[in-house]
């Protein structure tokens, strides 16, 4: 066992001693004449000095052994393999914090190929619930979606019913504003309670907007709210994206009261400076409608159009 073991630790000295003469010749680097070997050991002081200026660069170690060898060596003999390298991104495709997913999620670039644009007739697909893409375990299990609260608006003019428009409230987004417009829907006047019952729309453009709900003096002076005077805005997320959207009039920043309008095109210039609470699901035509008959340029309705009733569709409550 011992001459074993002796045979074994000699034959590796062997190997050794053959590596070491293999790996003895030192490499004569292209233009630089510095030496590159294992035949030198540097002592522990020379280990503590600063690197020299020179830098060996793989290009360099390239040529040094090809002239060697005498061949031309390929860069792609010394590439790093595939799999190492990183995949370069194609222009256009640079890592952005709009392009990030997370597990599971669609990134918000991607998100908005999806989601259509074209709200110049009607919004309303506009943020409908569930979407797969933006709500993908919801959309699976509806019982998980809380639906919006629907309400009603019903349109008269000299005692003589118009018909009816049925507004989405986007309480997931605005619950706050959304609840003062229900409280002003459902409220009773003969009990003093703040309504929009018998409430006018006291400025009327085609092909822009009608305003109403000043429950005080009825002409957009004024208007209350159910936490008083005014309230603050609540969000700007969501866009004054068509004809329908239901949006809070103000005054300027957080000056919200009773007053809303519902837009009859597109006003992306109020997206930031009003808050969007709900939008139109039924009554398209009798909008355009109304606001053809009864508006003006001026914005002064041709005749009293007003809210003859009001409340929350039955069985949609928050």
């Known amino acids: 066992s011992e001459w074993g073991s002796g045979h074994k630790r000699a034959a590796w000295h062997r190997r050794w001693k053959g590596a070491e003469q293999r790996m003895d010749s030192d490499v004569q680097v292209a233009g630089e004449g510095d030496r590159i070997g294992v035949d030198h050991v540097a002592p522990v002081e020379e280990l503590s000095r600063p690197p020299s200026s020179k830098s060996v660069s793989f290009t360099d170690v390239q040529r040094a052994l090809s002239s060697r060898e005498g061949q031309r060596t390929s860069s792609s003999q010394f590439a790093e393999p595939a799999e190492w390298r990183e995949k370069e991104e194609p222009i256009g495709k640079k890592d952005t914090v709009l392009s990030r997913r997370s597990a599971g999620s669609t990134p918000f670039n991607e998100r908005l190929e999806h989601r259509s644009q074209d709200y110049s007739r009607t919004v309303e697909h506009y943020r409908s619930l ?189």
């Not at 049925?166 to 997931?172: G, R, S, V």
């Not at 994206?241 to 103000?250: E, K, Q, R, S, Y």
């Not at 909008?287 to 508006?295: E, I, Q, S």
């Open 130 to 318: 569930p979407s797969v893409t933006d709500y993908p375990y919801q959309a699976r299990n509806p019982a998980l979606v809380k639906p919006n609260p629907l309400v009603f608006l019903e349109l008269e003019c000299a005692e003589t019913g118009l018909g009816k428009l049925t507004f989405e409230l986007f309480a997931d987004s605005v619950p706050r504003t959304v609840e003062n417009f229900i409280r002003l829907c459902e409220g009773d006047p003969q009990k003093g309670e703040l309504s929009y019952k018998l409430c006018r729309f006291h400025r009327i453009i085609p092909g822009f907007m009608m305003v109403g709900g000043d429950i005080v003096s009825g002409d957009g002076s004024a208007g209350m709210s159910i936490y008083g005077p005014t309230f603050p805005d609540e969000s700007f997320e969501l866009q004054h994206v068509g004809p329908g959207i239901l949006t809070m009039v103000n005054n300027g920043p957080d000056t919200n009261n009773s007053q809303f309008a519902i837009l009859l095109d597109r006003a992306e210039w109020l997206d930031g400076r009003s808050v969007v609470f709900g939008k139109l699901v039924v009554g398209y035509d009798l909008l355009h409608k109304t606001a053809n008959k009864y508006g003006s340029k001026n914005g002064n309705p041709t005749a009293e159009l007003f809210i003859g009733s009001c409340g929350v569709d039955p069985g949609q409550r928050l």
